[in-house]
């Protein structure tokens, strides 16, 4: 619990320092959510584990649920409780609590989207997803790879380890900020290169085409993100898929793992009625 009340505050510094309004663009927000879409959501009770400032849920309102439910352990519920307040949509709640042991009566969809990886006990946040989904409910959640961040791993996790202890705007400053700048010259490279067999082997090939459609501001989100955390696990596929076929109420017929930009995993499925 230490560990992951340490976390929260840590990634609280990170959102609450941010501007008014969803840090995703609709594109990432309907990217990372996928297979889950609009006809999912519409009507329907929706919780969102982990949901730092609710920019996830600013989208979702988009999508007209019936209610809709966010819960983090940090105080970026406060940034989250004003970017959902300033919304036409009204019927939603930031809740202030661990999710790992959050229990309600179900919703129809949860998701949890990049925060299993950043949790001491990733196994014990997926089964609270599970428990929190009704009987013939979604379920969707995208953690880090194992597999296609070996760049990240050695490189990145050990200046994390150290700059994670250090005052946040220290590290964002004064470490995210120069970091961010050569990934971004780099990522901008990659996009403009041809996608050829040679190219596609490059370190976070994929990744860095993606991210490059946005802002320098946005590099520096990322590595903030990245550097602030004091516990990050990259998770391999066969660790979902034990999670997946280890869980009796999960339909085994519905579950999926997806890659996602070759360096992250998509997962999710139904719960039996």
Not at 181 to 197: D, E, G, M, N, R
Not at 245 to 270: C, E, H, L
Request: proline share 5%.
């Amino acid at each position: 619990m230490a560990t992951d009340t340490a976390t929260a505050e840590a990634f609280a510094a990170s959102w609450n320092s941010l501007p008014e309004g969803s840090i995703y663009t609709k594109e990432q927000f309907e990217d990372w959510l996928s297979p889950v879409d609009e006809k999912d959501v519409r009507g329907k009770r929706v919780l969102e584990l982990g949901c730092g400032n609710g920019s996830l849920m600013v989208h979702l309102s988009g999508w007209n649920p019936g209610y809709l439910e966010g819960v983090d352990l940090g105080s970026s519920v406060i940034s989250a409780r004003k970017n959902l307040g300033s919304l036409p949509f009204k019927n939603w709640e930031v809740t202030k609590g661990d999710m790992t042991s959050f229990t309600s009566p179900g919703f129809d969809l949860v998701y949890s989207i990049g925060v299993l990886h950043h949790l001491k006990d990733p196994r014990r946040g997926f089964e609270s997803v599970i428990r929190n989904t009704k009987a013939g409910g979604r379920f969707h959640c995208w953690v880090y790879a194992r597999e296609g961040n070996a760049a990240v791993r050695y490189l990145v996790d050990p200046i994390r380890n150290v700059v994670s202890h250090l005052p946040w705007r220290f590290t964002k400053y004064f470490v995210a900020t120069p970091l961010a700048i050569p990934f971004f010259i780099y990522a901008k490279l990659v996009a403009s290169i041809k996608p050829t067999l040679l190219a596609k082997k490059l370190p976070l090939y994929e990744y860095s085409r993606w991210i490059a459609k946005r802002e320098f501001a946005f590099f520096r989100h990322v590595a903030f993100d990245q550097l602030v955390t004091p516990q990050t696990t990259y998770i391999p596929r066969s660790t979902l898929e034990k999670w997946l076929a280890g869980s009796d109420r999960v339909a085994p017929q519905s579950a999926y793992i997806i890659m996602r930009n070759g360096n992250s995993w998509k997962f999710g499925g139904t719960i039996k009625s």
